[in-house]
């Protein structure tokens, strides 16, 4: 509701068409989020058509599927994160249009198309296990609008594997590293490229890669700058951003 | 040295205006980084230009002042971050173009004006204690041609200090937010605004702070979407990240 | 045994009804928690009425099936926590009355009814992951005899929901708030009501959030004044000291 | 601004008293901490005569001055915590009736006297090591307005020395224990004592301490009753949540 | 093979009733474990009716099975600690008289009787949860010969438990403390018992409690003296060396 | 206060020589510390002759020498720990039997002579970094009256110098291993010897010796029975608990 | 492709019998590995005969075989570490001189003989539960062409058993130490030879083994000089290791 | 004392020129060292002409003097690493010939030439702030009698730089990796060269370095095969493992 609309209440105050009660009503019950005056705004509401994402892990599956109709009722495209299959074989037999990325681990019920910028992503891993974190920041990208690269299996113990593949790489507009172990990719892609890097690192690994965590120090110690990164496993987020990132004007 | 060049080298040959021996000669020694073939080269060195940038923390006198000397003659801006005012008078008796920015602990040696995009980055910090990393990150956007928004003492203590300035925010391309404790201004501001957000945890803090690690985890685990992070008082990493999201076109 | 008995005793040697040995070994056999010279009692014995309660996890059926029927005797309020279905169904083979909260993990066999203050506890939680650790605290509050305000899944992440939900919370006399992953809402909630908070972290999330750490870590490090912490997903113990703080008079 | 004031607003523009544009400004500018319908106040300010309280560490004497100076203006008593004694001397060239606590490291500003309930509070420290912390905690909560009783160096190894307090203590209303190496003696308290107890790990000690986790680990996982705990050394906030108890009517 | 054999074998050489090679060959050969001379001795062997203890988790039926028969051998009792039941049955099968103590996890092999000392260890555990642990205390300072004492689930929010049972207490030679959570136990009894006390910290507990490391911390840190402190869990180890103490002559 | 003088105060009422107000003031004042009856009392103060002991580290000056005369009034031995030599030479000026260990950091007032065992305490110590710590374990039990064997430098690195040692080390009766770094001593010790091993780790060390905690792990995990651990850097605690084992009857 | 192979393309040109286009093809398609200009090669190709490694675990059957099929086409001996028994039959129905090592959990397909040095590799255990680790280490080293010498069971508890092995393990090139609880055994093993010694640490233990950090924090910090480290349970890496510096020329 | 020797002995005893009281005498006291028949030598002392070396931190000048006359004695060639400016200047009035490193800050005094292998060490730093580690290594091996090939400031953020060397450091034939940050020059390494890496983590960085942890756990997960990892900072390690390999024969 921004000064126009409440101008126009006000106005229908003096002009009689509106009762004093009625206007304080709509003011006092108008959506929270609709409150340009309180500064205050619910920013994913005001961009129709783009996605509204659920977390599922932890939720049940009525839970789900209760936010799932609400959402779905904006005609919004939904997006499910870290959804195991029966989770999805419970929506989909609400919703027929559902989706599943099994390796993503992710539910989509894609409502309209959506708009692609001219410029891509690039996804890259060091390892063959690092993909499931991939593949969930890679079709979370896809769904959140987005083309994106898919370069996996280029960790720095052959390092060639990488050097390959950077012309390709280069012409991408946000890069995403996925690594665990010792997570030595991101600071050498931030090394090689002038692209922003989001890195992701991720649990795998045994010993003292503890669930992640050298990956995580090294990552947020990367000697390259334009390296920033995300939370342990957290593909999403890294698509999320990355997309955002992408998609701006 | 990309085909072209190559083409017309091999071309030389053909046409017996080159020997083989001074083509061999001109492949093997060419800088690596010029290596169009190769795939690898120095990016930083394609965009003419831009800042140098120096890490003169660990460094002596001298190795920083040989630096900037190579630096300056490239006729490029030089950047030196964390160092302390001795640092900077010795450099300045070098260097008479050389500014300091004391709570940034930041030397500049700007040789050129640098064309700015139109979009600001804000820079947002928790506490006052919290302003010499923002400073950091500011004069770093700033020098790397950024206008920024500064946006000092606003956490979540105290929320209506922040959402006073949400407006001035929204007109930002990147946020970058910086706080010490627990952290939660990241996961506010990534919660009220749709742009790119890059949070720095500071040392800021006592006890559990742990010396910024309870706000780099609170970060990282930020539930807010859109979210990254960088190293504890990385100033100049997030300034560097903000700066290559901002100048994108 | 107050100075009265004790008294009594003595006199009872002077007029010759009681012999000095009988008097010593009165005064040296009689229960320790009675023992009123000695300065130490079994405080919770003192209020009668108030329910007993029985950490049912690490014990087995027998344990606490044995320990439930001594409090019985008493004739007090029996709240079992951390009791799983199993334990339940067992409990209530013996007492016909028990009553359990699945959610809450919490068997209860109330006795008699508990006078109600006028006041209320409210129960906040960030997601609706923190939703089984909320039911705990909340329950284990209504069984300690208070009315309990629930407001679950209003993290920061949309502070909206929050904001919607002040005047509510407001009304309150204590605050429980209860979150995972980065656990901002703490602060959040200490920053806008002056009531004491108590915050409870939950092991929900994953990577970084190491079981609750972050979100402990960063209710500790709270920059909000009148935030104090429990153990993580302590729900019983915020509950119960909420319950305290509710109940002075 | 309550309902009654918005309405008394509506009615000026029906009765033509004010203009739509007046109004219009008036919904605009208020400031956001009155803005009833926002839901979203800055509690603090409604308060009248509650110090006004200000963390010093990290802050210069120019910020400190600048602060107090804004504070003294409302007429508020001032506290500032963490503050070193040449902070107070600068400060109290400036504001004559400053004085300080220098065990407690705390600077106050008495403008007016305050009201103090009928109950007291209890500081109780494990060592005479402990005794900085706990004078922060004591000296805070006097300011706030509570009569406090201290109880130094009665830790766990001679625990005679608690018992001999303990009719003391328990007359108090909230009860701070204050203790680094083990951090035993709020468990110890908790069970014998049937008040909230708020815990204040100190990071005395040496070896496995560990700046004070050792204390804080074992406060958390305190096995009585009714204990919450607070950061590390924090004094302030011990005696900040126990002062919003003891005052609750 | 102490001074006097060897002497022995020399004076042998010197009335020819021994050639040098032979002498020499005897010296190469002895088992390093009676080398006298060598300084260094299999302790454990010296000490004939003294139990074997074989540590059995991590190990095959038929390892374990292989090294019983082999102390059998020697006719020594032999342990068997950290045993499920599976390898009790497989074992009772070969050995007849093998016993199993289920709470304590633990296969004895008895052989013959043990003499015992006129003195006593006392087990005291926190919880009921903390009786596995003290059970593997209790039976292996008895199955070593030793009379025990059980004070079970006397911890610190009840400390009139432990109070009561003071004079038992004291009448023993050692005293092994054994509490998960904050471990607090430990420096309570250290400080009310001038005895040795060796604690064991258990991994009971939750959340904050990280599988035993805050007792452990808690025990170490302990402001009592004469608190020894073992690994986590590790019940054998505290009856072992509270047996070699009750056991000093 | 035992039984016969209770017994007697109550037989003072019979015939009449108390009355039994005086007889209840008596028995409600008497101090805690020699409350027979309630099962606690300050065990130090019964062992008449034993000396008394003083944490100095983190106490002022006054504090310490406040101590000290207390403790001297008893004709007691006094040990102060962790005392620096500025504390010395204040305590010497008033105390003129005051004597300092300054390697061990202690300070000794001793009035009487101590009884002391035929058995020793052996102190081991990894490397020639430790013996600060060995020294304060060495005093501490000397002053606690034992005689103390000293074997500096026998770690693992070179294993004969602890091999040559064996026989000296197999006469003492308690055996306190001192090491930093990886800790190996203990178990190497505990593996030889079939005494009672106290290990304490030190802060010696660099990088992953983290302060002591890499030796303080391998002690706790050592795989030699009959090894209990103290605190990183207690060498006090290795001689008082020494002491106390050495000098059991 | 060297100098020479580059210098007849040249000629090639000069003489016409290239073209400038082909040429140019050449110079820009050749593998990456073979490009001796651009200094980078994949090292491991140009060893043929020497066996390639896969790791096994977090790949599916299909990822796997898909590897090894590859693999096998340039007649190099496979190797599959981490891989379980179902992997192993899968694998077998496709290769039939598949040969599984289930201890060290290790897939080989040998496809033709190795030559092995004169030197062996020494891998001692300090338990029975190091042995999986062991056999990877051990099974590594000898399908990399290596002779092995295995002394399991040969921990500092027990020195002895060590020491009788001392002649045997001193003929060894180098050692590979494998210990887990307090990890002492590289230490000593170190001060004994005169060898390279790999440590690594295995997750064998509880409590504070913590997964293997003591061993590997203890093995880091040895005092002994000549100890590397590799990661916890890594027998594969120092196998790979201990292989490389054994064939050494 | 080899069994040639032991025999010289026993005939003595056979032909009556040594008396058995002798030979035992002989027998007893020989060095430990010495004792070829005991199995347990001093390795270091067979070697003659090896350097004996030092660690100076935490040893007083007059320790460090002794020391080294001890071993000068030997006529031996002595190292003494962490050794301050002061440390060589006291050590340097005593020994003339005393060499002083100050970047390695290691002090030699070479007695006489040591014969060097054909083959050299690479030492290769990520940064110039780790040169003081890579100095201390490279001095080591130096000294050692090794050649060293430095090669400083080749971080993976300008990946280029190492790239240029590789044939360099392909000569070498065992190669010394040190970085601090996020170490992931030590994988970048490993998977560019077939040779044994050894890494050094240093405490170079900020933040998340956390004093050398993260570049320690990033080596420690090194996704290449062949790199081992001594403690953070220890350059002298990795010189004396690096030397004792490329002194193989």
Do not use: W
Not at 7 to 26: M, N
């Amino acid at each position: 509701m921004n000064r126009n609309e409440i101008e126009k209440l006000l106005t229908g105050i003096r002009d009689g068409s509106k009762s004093v009660e009625e206007v304080l009503d709509v003011l006092h019950d108008f959506p929270f989020t609709d409150l340009g005056f309180a500064k205050i705004d619910n920013h994913r509401e005001i961009r129709t058509g783009f996605p509204e994402i659920v977390y599922c892990a932890g939720k049940t599956t009525e839970q789900v599927i209760g936010i799932f109709r609400l959402m779905a009722e904006k005609k919004n495209n939904v997006i499910g994160t870290r959804a195991g299959r029966e989770m999805f074989e419970a929506v989909s037999g609400v919703f027929s249009r559902a989706v599943y990325y099994p390796e993503a681990r992710i539910i989509s019920i894609p409502l309209h198309e959506m708009k692609k910028p001219d410029t891509a992503i690039a996804v890259i891993t060091a390892g063959t296990s690092d993909i499931p974190v991939a593949e969930e920041a890679a079709v979370t990208a896809e769904l959140l609008g987005n083309d994106v690269v898919r370069i996996y299996d280029a960790g720095v113990a052959g390092i060639h594997r990488l050097v390959d593949k950077l012309p390709e790489i280069r012409k991408c507009r946000v890069i995403i590293v996925i690594a665990g172990m010792e997570g030595a990719l991101a600071s050498v892609v931030g090394g090689l490229v002038s692209k922003p890097v989001i890195a992701v690192p991720t649990s795998v690994g045994y010993g003292a890669s503890f669930g992640g965590i050298s990956a995580l120090l090294a990552m947020l110690t990367s000697c390259s700058s334009g390296v920033t990164v995300v939370n342990i496993d957290n593909g999403f987020g890294a698509g999320f951003s990355a997309s955002m990132i992408n998609q701006m004007k």
